[in-house]
Protein backbone atom coordinates (compact mmCIF):
# COMPACT_ATOMS: atom_id res chain seq x y z
CA UNK A 1 0.00 0.00 0.00
CA UNK A 2 1.13 3.62 -0.31
CA UNK A 3 -0.53 6.85 0.92
CA UNK A 4 -2.16 9.33 -1.03
CA UNK A 5 -1.87 13.50 0.29
CA UNK A 6 -4.61 15.07 -1.23
CA UNK A 7 -2.89 18.92 -1.74
CA UNK A 8 -5.83 21.09 -1.60
CA UNK A 9 -7.46 19.55 2.22
CA UNK A 10 -4.24 18.48 3.13
CA UNK A 11 -5.86 15.12 3.96
CA UNK A 12 -3.81 11.57 3.88
CA UNK A 13 -5.71 8.63 3.04
CA UNK A 14 -3.84 5.38 2.99
CA UNK A 15 -4.59 3.03 -0.35
CA UNK A 16 -4.13 -0.68 1.05
CA UNK A 17 -2.81 -3.26 -1.46
CA UNK A 18 -5.43 -4.35 -4.23
CA UNK A 19 -7.53 -0.80 -4.02
CA UNK A 20 -7.50 1.91 -6.05
CA UNK A 21 -6.98 4.91 -5.29
CA UNK A 22 -10.74 5.82 -7.14
CA UNK A 23 -11.97 3.59 -4.34
CA UNK A 24 -10.24 4.61 -1.38
CA UNK A 25 -10.71 8.49 -2.34
CA UNK A 26 -14.90 7.98 -3.20
CA UNK A 27 -14.96 5.90 0.41
CA UNK A 28 -13.47 9.05 1.77
CA UNK A 29 -16.19 11.04 0.62
CA UNK A 30 -14.66 12.59 -2.17
CA UNK A 31 -16.66 13.27 -5.59
CA UNK A 32 -14.03 12.36 -8.29
CA UNK A 33 -14.49 12.21 -11.95
CA UNK A 34 -14.49 8.00 -13.83
CA UNK A 35 -16.37 6.90 -16.14
CA UNK A 36 -14.45 3.35 -17.24
CA UNK A 37 -12.39 2.50 -14.32
CA UNK A 38 -10.42 0.68 -16.49
CA UNK A 39 -8.03 2.73 -17.55
CA UNK A 40 -9.11 3.84 -21.12
CA UNK A 41 -10.94 6.66 -21.12
CA UNK A 42 -8.91 9.23 -19.49
CA UNK A 43 -11.80 10.59 -17.31
CA UNK A 44 -10.19 10.09 -13.66
CA UNK A 45 -6.89 11.98 -15.05
CA UNK A 46 -5.45 13.24 -12.02
CA UNK A 47 -2.49 15.72 -12.14
CA UNK A 48 0.12 14.68 -9.65
CA UNK A 49 2.21 17.22 -7.82
CA UNK A 50 4.88 14.38 -5.86
CA UNK A 51 5.50 11.27 -6.22
CA UNK A 52 5.91 8.30 -8.54
CA UNK A 53 3.15 7.27 -10.16
CA UNK A 54 2.83 3.06 -11.17
CA UNK A 55 1.05 3.49 -14.59
CA UNK A 56 -0.94 0.81 -15.66
CA UNK A 57 -3.74 3.06 -18.13
CA UNK A 58 -3.93 2.62 -21.58
CA UNK A 59 -4.01 6.26 -22.46
CA UNK A 60 -0.69 8.04 -21.80
CA UNK A 61 2.12 8.00 -23.62
CA UNK A 62 5.30 6.42 -22.98
CA UNK A 63 6.47 9.87 -22.33
CA UNK A 64 3.58 11.30 -20.89
CA UNK A 65 4.19 8.15 -18.09
CA UNK A 66 8.04 8.91 -17.56
CA UNK A 67 6.96 12.41 -16.97
CA UNK A 68 4.98 11.46 -14.17
CA UNK A 69 2.82 14.65 -14.10
CA UNK A 70 -0.47 13.36 -14.44
CA UNK A 71 -2.24 9.73 -13.72
CA UNK A 72 -5.27 7.84 -13.95
CA UNK A 73 -6.02 7.24 -10.43
CA UNK A 74 -9.05 4.33 -11.01
CA UNK A 75 -6.55 2.02 -12.16
CA UNK A 76 -2.84 3.39 -11.17
CA UNK A 77 -0.66 2.73 -8.51
CA UNK A 78 2.26 4.14 -6.33
CA UNK A 79 6.03 3.41 -6.24
CA UNK A 80 6.68 5.96 -4.24
CA UNK A 81 5.51 5.81 -0.48
CA UNK A 82 3.25 9.31 -1.08
CA UNK A 83 1.57 10.39 -4.34
CA UNK A 84 0.62 13.56 -3.78
CA UNK A 85 -2.10 14.97 -5.94
CA UNK A 86 -3.68 18.26 -6.99
CA UNK A 87 -7.18 16.97 -5.44
FE1 LIG B 1 -11.52 5.79 -17.36
FE2 LIG B 1 -9.96 6.09 -15.24
S1 LIG B 1 -12.11 6.17 -15.32
S2 LIG B 1 -9.35 5.94 -17.30
Wanted: proline share 3%.
Amino acid sequence: GFVVALARSGRRIVVPPGTSILEVLRAAGLRVQAACEQGVCGTCETQVLEGTPDHRDMILSDDEKAGGRSMMICCSGSRSEVLVLDL
